[in-house]
């Protein structure tokens, strides 16, 4: 299993070695991010492969909806840091096996990601060309 920790976050905490978060309350519980939630766990890494490797695990098992059944309570659904780390920790001796695969999988997750960014940025400039041409329609039109 590779190195790493995961622990409650405390706010205003800083972290020397590479890591990210991963949301704890509420439907979008395990979304991993690179900046802390009010309340998440933090997961600390040896290493920046590490990192890289394991951050697209968080994301792919938080958008499959993986976490959904080991979320309780009745108002706002959360769930524990036992549960997080045995699971997360499952996932990542899984990935280990298949360590090939998943390194093919991770590649092209990171560029349909970039692609996704480039693409959202390209539908904000769209947007800002449409407002300047409305604009200007509308000032010619006094």
Known sequence: MKNLTIKCHKSGAT???P???ILNKGINSGKPQKYPY???FVIIFENQNDFDNLYFTAYSLWKTNFWHPFL???VVLFFHVSVFKREFK???DIS???QEQYNKNAETLKLLEDKEKEFLKNI???NDFKKAIKYKYCNTIK
């Open 72 to 74: 309780v309570g009745s």
């Open 124 to 126: 904000a400039i769209i």
């Open 38 to 40: 009010q309340n998440c």
């Open 96 to 98: 280990e096996i298949k």
């Open 15 to 17: 972290y020397a070695k």
């Open 90 to 92: 499952k996932r990542v």
């Open 19 to 21: 890591h990210f978060f």
